[in-house]
């Protein structure tokens, strides 16, 4: 078992920045060392979709609506992943989750929320215009 707990989300400004903290439990010598983790998002109404993802060898993958503003990024020693966002734009408002899967297929996770097998709480993130 994997415990995900996310902090950092608030409101900003568009333009402003962000960045989100994922603090991991539980079996940490596999998230650690192993795991695909990631960041996905959600609007009311709306399905989940995957914002950026990172591999156990810290190769990194983001979505085309977030390239270049936001940056993955994940400290093992510490067992924590870290979502930067920059340039926010109202469009970036949702609950932010992290995610956590032992795939091997870490890139295509982005695209598959649905195979995740671990699920932080959420965290609101807020950008007015």
């Known amino acids: 078992q994997v415990q995900l707990v996310e902090s950092g989300g608030g409101s900003v400004q568009a333009g402003g920045s962000l960045r989100l903290y994922c603090a991991a439990s539980?079996?940490?010598?596999?998230?650690?060392?192993?795991?695909?983790m990631g960041w996905f998002r959600q609007t009311p109404g709306k399905e989940r979709e995957g914002v950026a993802i990172?591999?156990?060898?810290?190769?990194?993958r983001h979505a085309d609506s977030v390239q270049g503003r936001f940056t993955i990024s994940r400290d093992k020693a510490k067992n924590t992943l870290y979502l930067q966002m920059n340039s926010l734009k109202p469009e970036d408002t949702a609950v932010y989750y992290c995610?956590?899967?032992?795939?091997?297929?870490?890139?295509?996770?982005?695209?598959?929320?649905?195979?995740?097998?671990?699920w932080g709480q959420g965290t609101q993130v807020t950008v007015s215009s």
């Open positions: 995610a956590a899967d032992p795939t091997f297929l870490c890139p295509q996770l982005l695209d598959r929320p649905t195979d995740v097998d671990y």
């Open positions: 539980g079996d940490t010598s596999s998230t650690s060392s192993t795991y695909c």
């Open positions: 990172i591999s156990d060898l810290s190769r990194t």
